[in-house]
């Protein structure tokens, strides 16, 4: 399917076509990448622009809670940081988000609150700011 089919397949649920219409161009104004791939096939996409689709066919559906399973994986740094920065925004508009995240400075600069796990234990939680100051996550995940 093409990135338009894509974030069309998001909506299905949805039977408010002017408002679907709405909702395709601001994910394209959020991600002008997939503007430019509207027709392209997705799996011809890169790995960020897979992963830029992901999040906006996911958002189609007006999600109140959004759940991503590790969305910097095996991206460049530039994709990072646009994928890093839609998140923000998705969050300031009010959507809730679970990230699972292996990029421990991402996900505490996005997070609120988070839990972190060690071999699936949970070994700390508290709020993003607090866990920052933490040596021990200094330590093991900042190299700081």
Known sequence: MSVNENLLMGAYLRSDSALI???IEEMFQRFPRLFERRTQLAGTLSGGEQEMLAIARAL??????LLLDEPSWGLAPIILEEVAQAIQDIRKRGTTILLVEQNVQMALDL???AY???TG???M???SPELMASSYIKNAYLGV
Do not use: G, N, T
């Open 21 to 23: 219409q709405a909702d």
């Open 60 to 65: 189609m559906a007006r999600p109140k809670l």
């Open 111 to 113: 997070a609120h609150y």
């Open 116 to 118: 972190i796990l060690e």
């Open 121 to 123: 234990e949970l070994v």
């Open 125 to 127: 939680q508290a709020s």
